[in-house]
């Protein structure tokens, strides 16, 4: 049999199975391992999946994932998520709009030690949603700026989404770090105008109210985390920055100076470091084993050559790169409506990597436009996974309500990805400048 068709065949089986339900990892690895034992002998797909699972698990490069996990969790059990949004909401709360502001600040900087959207929303719903209420916020707009606040958890470094993307398409996790961090504060400065064009357009979506005091404020950036996550972000990603440590080992310094502030602060006792470490150990054989069925399942498209015969038949195309590019986004953009991110980052990399590295684009600038396309895919519907997460948090919200509060957020990425496109050093100047070309 053709091995075109064969790789045809098992993305067509893989897709049919993963909407019937079965978990897409599982998906991966059937048809992985069916179409390896076509295209070679059964001896071969077995032998490819043990080497694979005992690489991936061995993998050092692959340990920044649980271990900036573990930071996460640490810094969400120790309570600084809460008090980061305090300290904003404090500046910036009583403007019209100014706690759904407030979110997209503290999820800026959460996210600098967390790199989770799940950890990031439960946080930010918690403590911020409540407060909305309180104040009669608009239930459209509450529940979409924490769905849209928590998305930038996967721009700003640590990312797992950004590490996903690495092992999978063999780009440097620390370039890809630095590349995202000013399409991050781009985005959270574009989601803070929409807010404020959506209370400018509806005042009574979001009522004013008083003022803090300079006493006030200056005593809540003291008890508000800011300081500790400065720490934390000097020492890891700030000493990734400036080449003292790899990613593997700016991950290992912010988790054990996440706990020592823990434990410092005693907002850190043997129960919580208990569960966060069996939290992260979960985080971390669920990543593993995601990323092996990833990579057996883009080693039988690789066997298969579609790759290969889609890379040679686009060269063939009389069409600018940027039309090829626009089709590709447009791919993503529909997969992201059906299908989870990871999973998208696991089944078109292998495929779509060797179609743009032969129309010239770079591989850290490509990473960065396709998680802001993730993000995108993650608040439109029929799936629309944030969103999803955010009526899980918040039962008492209807679903439609969410899903209509997002389109000004959806409109803050778009915009994103189109300076993005136009100003590639956006995401390439900070690697650039800090690892060369």
Same mark, same amino acid.
């Given at each position: 049999?053709?091995?075109?068709?064969?790789?045809?065949? /098992?993305? #067509?089986?893989?897709?049919?199975?993963?909407?019937?339900?079965?978990?897409?990892?599982?998906?991966?690895?059937?048809?992985?391992?069916?179409?390896?034992?076509?295209?070679?002998?059964?001896?071969?797909?077995?032998?490819?999946?043990?080497?694979?699972?005992?690489?991936?698990?061995?993998?050092?490069?692959?340990?920044?994932?649980?271990?900036?996990?573990?930071?996460?969790?640490?810094?969400?059990?120790?309570?600084?998520?809460?008090?980061?949004?305090? /300290?904003?909401? *404090?500046?910036?709360?009583?403007?019209?709009?100014? #706690?759904?502001?407030?979110?997209?600040?503290?999820?800026?900087?959460?996210?600098?030690?967390?790199?989770?959207?799940? /950890?990031?929303?439960?946080?930010?719903?918690?403590?911020?949603?409540?407060?909305?209420?309180?104040?009669?916020?608009?239930?459209?707009?509450?529940?979409?700026?924490?769905?849209?606040?928590?998305?930038?958890?996967?721009?700003?470094?640590?990312?797992?989404? @950004?590490?996903?993307?690495?092992?999978?398409?063999?780009?440097?996790?620390?370039?890809?770090? @630095?590349?995202?961090?000013?399409?991050?504060?781009?985005?959270?400065?574009?989601?803070?105008?929409?807010?404020?064009?959506?209370? *400018?357009?509806?005042?009574?979506?979001?009522?004013?109210?008083?003022?803090?005091?300079?006493?006030?404020?200056?005593?809540?950036? *003291?008890?508000?985390?800011?300081?500790?996550?400065?720490?934390?972000?000097?020492?890891?990603?700030?000493?990734?920055?400036?080449?003292?440590?790899?990613?593997?080992?700016? /991950?290992?310094?912010g988790a054990m100076g996440m706990l020592l502030i823990g434990i410092i602060e005693r907002k850190i006792n043997w129960q919580k470091l208990m569960t966060c470490l069996v939290s992260s150990a979960k985080l971390a054989a669920m990543v593993f084993f995601i990323i092996t069925c990833g990579t057996l399942f883009g080693r039988m498209f690789t066997l298969s050559t579609i790759p290969t015969a889609l890379a040679k038949f686009v060269t063939t195309l009389d069409v600018p790169s940027w039309v090829l590019l626009g089709i590709i986004i447009i791919v993503y953009l529909i997969m992201g409506m059906f299908i989870d991110g990871i999973a998208i980052i696991l089944i078109t990399v292998p495929i779509f990597t060797p179609i743009l590295a032969n129309l010239g684009y770079d591989g850290v600038w490509y990473g960065v436009l396709i998680v802001l396309v993730l993000c995108l895919g993650g608040l439109t519907p029929p799936v629309g996974l944030n969103c999803f997460y955010m009526k899980g948090f918040v039962k008492q919200v209807p679903l439609s309500t969410i899903f209509a509060g997002v389109v000004p957020f959806c409109i803050s990425i778009v915009i994103c990805m189109i300076l993005i496109m136009i100003f590639p050093g956006l995401a390439t100047w900070l690697p650039t400048y800090l690892y060369g070309k």
């Amino acid at each position: 049999m053709d091995p075109v068709l064969i790789g045809v065949l /098992a993305l #067509i089986g893989f897709v049919i199975f993963m909407f019937l339900g079965l978990p897409v990892p599982i998906s991966m690895l059937l048809f992985a391992v069916l179409g390896m034992i076509a295209l070679r002998s059964p001896e071969a797909a077995f032998q490819a999946v043990a080497s694979d699972i005992f690489t991936n698990f061995a993998s050092y490069t692959l340990t920044v994932a649980p271990i900036f996990g573990l930071m996460g969790f640490l810094a969400s059990y120790s309570g600084i998520g809460e008090n980061l949004f305090n /300290a904003a909401e *404090k500046f910036i709360g009583h403007l019209r709009g100014g #706690i759904c502001s407030s979110v997209q600040v503290a999820c800026t900087i959460f996210g600098a030690i967390c790199g989770s959207i799940p /950890a990031t929303m439960g946080t930010m719903t918690t403590v911020a949603y409540p407060e909305m209420e309180k104040r009669n916020y608009s239930p459209s707009l509450s529940t979409a700026s924490i769905a849209a606040g928590s998305s930038l958890a996967v721009l700003i470094p640590p990312s797992a989404t @950004m590490i996903i993307y690495g092992v999978t398409a063999e780009e440097s996790i620390g370039r890809l770090f @630095m590349a995202g961090l000013i399409p991050g504060v781009l985005l959270c400065i574009l989601q803070i105008i929409a807010i404020w064009i959506v209370v *400018k357009r509806h005042p009574d979506y979001a009522p004013m109210s008083q003022k803090a005091t300079w006493s006030e404020r200056w005593a809540a950036v *003291k008890r508000g985390g800011l300081i500790e996550v400065i720490i934390i972000f000097l020492l890891a990603i700030g000493g990734m920055f400036i080449g003292w440590f790899t990613p593997t080992e700016a /991950a290992s310094v912010g988790a054990m100076g996440m706990l020592l502030i823990g434990i410092i602060e005693r907002k850190i006792n043997w129960q919580k470091l208990m569960t966060c470490l069996v939290s992260s150990a979960k985080l971390a054989a669920m990543v593993f084993f995601i990323i092996t069925c990833g990579t057996l399942f883009g080693r039988m498209f690789t066997l298969s050559t579609i790759p290969t015969a889609l890379a040679k038949f686009v060269t063939t195309l009389d069409v600018p790169s940027w039309v090829l590019l626009g089709i590709i986004i447009i791919v993503y953009l529909i997969m992201g409506m059906f299908i989870d991110g990871i999973a998208i980052i696991l089944i078109t990399v292998p495929i779509f990597t060797p179609i743009l590295a032969n129309l010239g684009y770079d591989g850290v600038w490509y990473g960065v436009l396709i998680v802001l396309v993730l993000c995108l895919g993650g608040l439109t519907p029929p799936v629309g996974l944030n969103c999803f997460y955010m009526k899980g948090f918040v039962k008492q919200v209807p679903l439609s309500t969410i899903f209509a509060g997002v389109v000004p957020f959806c409109i803050s990425i778009v915009i994103c990805m189109i300076l993005i496109m136009i100003f590639p050093g956006l995401a390439t100047w900070l690697p650039t400048y800090l690892y060369g070309k």
